[in-house]
């Protein structure tokens, strides 16, 4: 089967494409030609899968069987190995064309089987009640140079961008304004991302905007990982920042990264920028500074040394930890009532 490449000019190119992608199947490829100034505006819900999508499933692939005895037909569909790229018609410095779920549900769902690989492209305002703000992943998910903004996960809020249980990739990317929100009294989990398993690569990424402002949030009656949670899987962070933004103590000109707890007036957050409930994360070059933790149900707590929770930078609750000692210096100045990382770690030589 040979590649195929599809042009998109238009939102209704754009889901006419991935659905010409999936039924061919195998190494397809999706080239947008809008200029930056004519984004790619979805206008509805297109599909109901785990939950709601702006665009069709990436497909895994499937097997039809129909018939009866010897009359049986089986026809096989192959997955969809998928790239979204920019072409030459976007002039968005950096990360290329817009594509906007304008609040109809997340953008992309990656179905199990299948491979989604984004490049310089920007994904905002996706909105989903539950998981995966803007991409929900159970293949594989590999992204360069992409901008992901503006997302959220709401009600049992987990992962405000990216809900990920496969393999994913993420190299010189940006993550910013993504929100995991319960509003409800419960928790919330991994403001940009939430691991649920798989092996996870993040390297040259920044969460939040590292000149100033843009940090992700994770807000509930108790909140985890205010960029990154982690559940279990093999996850290596290496040249990331988390942070690194203008902050003030008693001002509340916080800009960074947090997990804010108390939505229901009690309640604390933990892991500032990352908190690890369970598998193996390696941390090398990494900077993580001016996150921090709260609790909503308090905010005169600051005044009195409360900060709402433990792990301003990193919260480690469980799992094995790993930590170079370039991360280990550049992990300061994030606020919680137990300093900047909280829990067991080893450092690494």
Known sequence: ??????????????IADINAANAAGGTNTI??????????????????????????????????????????VTVTFPADNLTILTGNGSTNPGHGDIIDASGHNRLFDVAAGAS????????????????????????????SQVLVQNNTADFSGAGGGIWSNGSLTAKNSTFESNVAANEFGGPAYGG????AGGAVSITGSAFGDPSGGGGNTARGQTAYGGA???????????????????????????????????????????????????GSVTLTNDYIQGNYVEDLGNPDGYAFGDYGGFGGGIYIASGAVYIDSFTL??????????G??????HLLP
């Open 1 to 14: 089967m040979l590649p195929a490449t599809y042009y998109a000019a238009t939102a209704s190119d754009l």
């Open 31 to 72: 080239v947008l030609t809008a200029p930056s100034s004519s984004p790619y505006v979805l206008t509805a819900s297109n599909n109901g899968t785990d939950g709601g999508n702006a665009l069709p499933v990436i497909s895994g692939g499937e097997i039809s069987s129909s018939g009866k005895g010897k009359k049986v």
């Open 116 to 143: 989604l690989a984004l490049k310089n492209v920007t994904l905002q305002n996706g909105l989903e009640s539950g998981a995966g703000g803007a991409i929900y992943n159970q293949g594989t998910l590999a992204l």
């Open 192 to 195: 940009a991302i939430y691991i």
């Open 228 to 278: 990154v949670y982690v559940a279990a899987g093999t996850v290596t962070l290496s040249g990331d920042s988390f942070g690194l933004v203008t902050y003030s103590v008693y001002g509340f000109s916080y800009s960074g990264n947090s997990a804010q707890g108390g939505i229901a007036r009690f309640g604390d957050g933990y892991g500032g920028a990352v908190y690890v409930a369970g």
């Open 329 to 338: 210096n550049n992990t300061t100045a994030n606020f919680s009532n137990g």
């Open 340 to 345: 900047s990382i909280w829990g067991p770690y």
